[in-house]
T-cell receptor, first 112, second 114 residues
Framework: DADVTQTPRNRITKTGKRIMLECSQTKGHDRMYWYRQDPGLGLQLIYYSFDVKDINKGEISDGYSVSRQAQAKFSLSLESAIPNQTALYFC???????????FGPGTRLTVL | AQSVTQPDIHITVSEGASLELRCNYSYGATPYLFWYVQSPGQGLQLLLKYFSGDTLVQGIKGFEAEFKRSQSSFNLRKPSVHWSDAAEYFCAVGVSGTASKLTFGTGTRLQVTL
């Protein structure tokens, strides 16, 4: 089984809809991250969390919110999706002190 | 703030040829450096990382990278490319002790011709 899983893997939605992307990990890591990937732009950090009570904004947090329900679960929400949020979204985890991040398989989100 | 530049958007090499992918970073102190590979439809897989010590780092799949402080570079190399190496490669820099955040380059897409 994969160490970092993301659901759904693909999602098509309409403008204005609320969307939640979920990430779960079995690596026992305390740090979790959400990135978005757009062609030609690399990965940009949306939010990150060092533990259940510690959540921080990344470079592009506007229009997004997160919830760290447990050490192993980190969800990303789009309260009112818009077309320019169409992208590939990745969750990642890391163990404190090593800074090596391990990525999930990604969620492809299309907002029409 | 740190930054990463991957000057080559797209590179094509023949199978069996050598490969070098360039990565330059901007950061005042010694950074943590990473190379990730993304195969089509897949997530990112860690190839190798540099934290300290020997500046020549060996990774998986026969890849290596060399940290050159004087040139602010961390180029990825492979002596003989296989068709399965076709993918997108990302260099990233992290800053330990602050927020364990990575800054990624924009990626280099590698095409391998047979």
């Amino acid at each position: 089984d994969a160490d970092v899983t993301q659901t759904p893997r693909n999602r098509i939605t309409k403008t204005g809809k609320r969307i939640m992307l979920e990430c779960s990990q079995t690596k026992g890591h305390d740090r979790m991250y959400w990135y978005r990937q757009d062609p030609g732009l690399g990965l940009q950090l949306i939010y990150y969390s060092f533990d259940v009570k510690d959540i921080n904004k990344g470079e592009i947090s506007d229009g997004y919110s997160v919830s760290r329900q447990a050490q192993a679960k980190f969800s990303l929400s789009l309260e009112s999706a818009i077309p320019n949020q169409t992208a590939l979204y990745f969750c990642a985890t890391a163990s404190g002190g090593t800074d090596t991040q391990y990525f999930g398989p990604g969620t492809r989100l299309t907002v029409l | 703030a740190q930054s990463v530049t991957q000057p080559d958007i797209h590179i094509t090499v023949s199978e069996g040829a050598s490969l070098e992918l360039r990565c330059n970073y901007s950061y005042g102190a010694t950074p943590y450096l990473f190379w990730y590979v993304q195969s089509p439809g897949q997530g990112l897989q860690l190839l190798l990382k540099y934290f300290s010590g020997d500046t020549l780092v060996q990774g998986i799949k026969g890849f290596e990278a060399e940290f050159k402080r004087s040139q602010s570079s961390f180029n990825l190399r492979k002596p003989s490319v296989h068709w399965s190496d076709a993918a997108e490669y990302f260099c990233a820099v992290g800053v330990s002790g602050t927020a364990s955040k990575l800054t990624f380059g924009t990626g280099t897409r590698l095409q391998v011709t047979l």
